[in-house]
Protein backbone atom coordinates (compact mmCIF):
# COMPACT_ATOMS: atom_id res chain seq x y z
CA UNK A 1 0.00 0.00 0.00
CA UNK A 2 1.36 3.56 -0.68
CA UNK A 3 2.15 6.13 2.03
CA UNK A 4 0.01 9.20 1.88
CA UNK A 5 1.79 12.15 2.98
CA UNK A 6 -0.45 13.71 5.53
CA UNK A 7 -0.44 17.22 6.16
CA UNK A 8 -1.51 18.57 9.66
CA UNK A 9 -5.09 20.39 9.87
CA UNK A 10 -4.12 22.00 12.72
CA UNK A 11 -1.44 24.04 11.62
CA UNK A 12 -2.64 25.00 8.62
CA UNK A 13 -5.43 26.68 10.05
CA UNK A 14 -3.25 28.55 12.71
CA UNK A 15 -1.29 29.55 9.58
CA UNK A 16 -4.72 30.79 7.88
CA UNK A 17 -5.37 32.67 10.98
CA UNK A 18 -2.69 34.41 11.80
CA UNK A 19 -1.55 35.46 8.02
CA UNK A 20 -4.88 37.03 7.61
CA UNK A 21 -4.49 38.73 10.90
CA UNK A 22 -1.23 40.24 9.97
CA UNK A 23 -2.75 41.51 6.23
CA UNK A 24 -5.48 43.15 8.40
CA UNK A 25 -3.25 44.52 10.79
CA UNK A 26 -0.60 45.67 8.28
CA UNK A 27 -1.06 49.67 6.99
CA UNK A 28 -0.01 49.99 3.25
CA UNK A 29 -0.16 53.51 3.18
CA UNK A 30 2.31 53.65 5.74
CA UNK A 31 4.05 50.75 5.37
CA UNK A 32 3.58 50.04 8.94
CA UNK A 33 1.66 47.29 11.85
CA UNK A 34 -1.20 49.19 13.80
CA UNK A 35 0.29 47.37 16.86
CA UNK A 36 4.51 46.18 16.13
CA UNK A 37 5.21 44.97 19.11
CA UNK A 38 1.82 42.14 19.02
CA UNK A 39 2.63 41.73 15.17
CA UNK A 40 5.87 40.74 15.80
CA UNK A 41 4.73 37.76 18.12
CA UNK A 42 2.37 37.05 15.00
CA UNK A 43 4.71 37.01 12.41
CA UNK A 44 7.44 34.80 14.23
CA UNK A 45 4.10 32.32 15.12
CA UNK A 46 2.81 32.69 11.29
CA UNK A 47 6.77 31.78 10.13
CA UNK A 48 6.92 28.44 12.91
CA UNK A 49 3.49 27.08 11.53
CA UNK A 50 4.60 27.29 8.11
CA UNK A 51 7.50 25.82 8.80
CA UNK A 52 6.10 22.76 10.74
CA UNK A 53 3.65 22.31 7.73
CA UNK A 54 6.73 22.05 5.80
CA UNK A 55 8.58 19.34 7.84
CA UNK A 56 5.51 17.13 8.54
CA UNK A 57 4.79 17.10 4.85
CA UNK A 58 8.42 16.66 3.87
CA UNK A 59 9.19 13.99 6.69
CA UNK A 60 10.16 10.69 4.43
CA UNK A 61 8.11 7.73 6.07
CA UNK A 62 10.13 5.06 7.81
CA UNK A 63 10.25 1.62 6.51
Known amino acids: MENKK ?3 F ?3 V ?3 I ?3 TLIKHFDFKTSSF ?3 AL ?3 FLIAFILSI ?3 IKDYKKQPEK
Open 6 to 8: NVN
Open 10 to 12: TFI
Open 14 to 16: VAF
Open 18 to 20: LGT
Open 34 to 36: KMP
Open 39 to 41: DII
Open 51 to 53: YFI
